[in-house]
């Protein structure tokens, strides 16, 4: 996922949502392909600040979010 958003509410629904990766806008282009292909291969990728923030949030308890299986099937979207 490319977002602007980079608060730990909206990467937690990502990631329980099936997200393989969350990245804020402000990465470089080339860094953003290189995420993209790593992500297709089969690694997770997430912001390094905001998955920070998502940790100390679910690990005091202080999250909305709740861990649940997928609802969906994994999916890559493969742009050219």
């Known amino acids: 996922m490319l ?3 980079s608060d730990d ?3 937690a629904a ?3 949502a099936g997200a393989e990766g969350y990245l804020i806008k402000e ?3 080339s860094d953003l392909v290189a995420s ?3 992500v297709a291969g089969g ?3 997430l912001d390094p600040k905001t998955t920070a ?3 100390e949030r679910l690990r005091s308890g202080r999250s909305k979010m709740s861990a649940s299986p997928r609802s969906r099937p994994r999916s890559v979207t493969c742009w050219t």
Do not use: D, N, Q
């Open 3 to 5: 977002t602007s958003f």
């Open 9 to 11: 509410e909206a990467l």
């Open 14 to 16: 990502a990631v329980i």
């Open 27 to 29: 990465i470089r282009g």
């Open 36 to 38: 993209v292909r790593k």
């Open 43 to 45: 690694e997770s990728l």
């Open 53 to 55: 923030k998502v940790l």
